[in-house]
């Protein structure tokens, strides 16, 4: 069997250069947890391995026009330790931070939670919610894009040969908003979701819903933005009625598989009632209660 080379660029340049020159298929490496166990059971056997660690900018965490831009290789640890992204967007820490068990956190990053395209993975639908986007740098020089629009399918993503995501932003938090994730497992604890809700809103001085965004996770193949629901809760007072319309617009975009953790019914009812949950936390978190 051929070697698996390692390179450890320190600037995003240096990446790029890594990743175009590579002979055969190449792998970024953010905290490998991920990566390393698709190596270990041989589902992955890439030519070249570029850890993406020691590039500064992919670790860091800093304010831009009011919103965060956020390294993509930064861990849940380190996000969940940043206390002014955890008060502005709580639902975006609280998906990450959910995953796996504490080692976990100190490695598993934001870019190698979406890049792995898993449908349920955890911090995918809070980012959506939250109209989070990617600066992807490669070959042709560097671009943006929705976090929504990177992942086409099960493992999939809409990454070129050799671009990978830089950072992430998260926009300035608008006054009277907030936002929130909440996933089911069968589990209390390191398990994969049965289904994943991130919700974002905002209100104005009388409570209403001026805008409101709405994702599901692990009920498709990839992450949803469910515009219907987000739609549902705007110009209302997120009340009873809106949480229904909400819940039932969450229902009709679920195209869930049917599996041991859930079937397809399980999966659909709970995506309505988890995402209403979340709103109300949404909610409760925009009104400072
Ligand atoms: C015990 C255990 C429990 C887990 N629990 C959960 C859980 O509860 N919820 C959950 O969602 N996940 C869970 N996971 C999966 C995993 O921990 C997460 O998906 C994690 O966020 C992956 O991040 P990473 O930095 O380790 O990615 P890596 O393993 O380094 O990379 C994952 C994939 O993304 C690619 N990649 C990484 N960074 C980038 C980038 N910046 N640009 C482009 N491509 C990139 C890699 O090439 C690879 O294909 C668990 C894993 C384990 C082992």
């Not at 639908?125 to 894009?145: D, F, N, Q, S, V």
């Not at 929130?180 to 209100?203: F, H, K, N, Q």
Request: net charge positive.
């Amino acid at each position: 069997m051929s070697e698996i080379q390692f390179a450890t660029p320190q600037t995003v340049k240096e990446a790029v250069k890594c990743l175009a020159g590579a002979k055969g298929k190449a792998r970024v490496l953010a905290g490998g947890t991920d990566l390393l166990v698709q190596l270990r059971a041989g589902f992955v056997r890439p030519g070249l391995i570029v850890d993406i660690k020691h590039i500064p900018e992919l670790r860091k965490v800093k304010r831009e026009d009011g919103g965060f831009r956020i390294g993509a290789a930064v861990s849940g640890a380190e996000l969940g330790a940043n206390a002014a992204v955890k008060k502005a967007w709580p639902g975006v820490v609280e998906g990450l931070e959910l995953i796996g068990s504490t080692q976990i956190q100190g490695r598993a990053s934001l870019g190698g939670n979406l890049c792995n395209g898993s449908p349920a993975a955890d911090s995918v639908p809070a980012l959506i919610a939250a109209a989070a986007t990617c600066h992807i740098a490669g070959p042709k020089g560097t671009r943006e894009a929705k976090v929504e629009d990177i992942v086409s399918g099960p493992g999939k993503t809409t990454l070129k040969p050799g671009e990978f995501v830089v950072s992430f932003f998260l926009p300035k938090r608008p006054k009277r908003s907030g936002d929130a994730y909440l996933r089911l497992i069968p589990r209390t604890e390191m398990d994969i979701a049965v289904v994943g809700a991130g919700v974002s809103l905002a209100l104005d001085s009388k409570g209403v819903c001026t805008e409101a965004r709405v994702a599901l996770g692990a009920v498709a193949p990839k992450a949803v933005l469910v515009k219907a629901a987000g739609k549902a809760l705007v110009g209302t007072k997120v009340d009873d009625a809106a949480l229904e319309a909400m819940a039932a617009a969450c229902r009709d975009a679920c195209k869930p598989i049917d599996d041991k953790r859930g079937t397809v019914a399980y999966r659909t009812k709970v995506a309505g009632v988890l995402a209403q949950r979340a709103a109300r936390i949404a909610l409760a978190r925009a009104t400072g209660e």
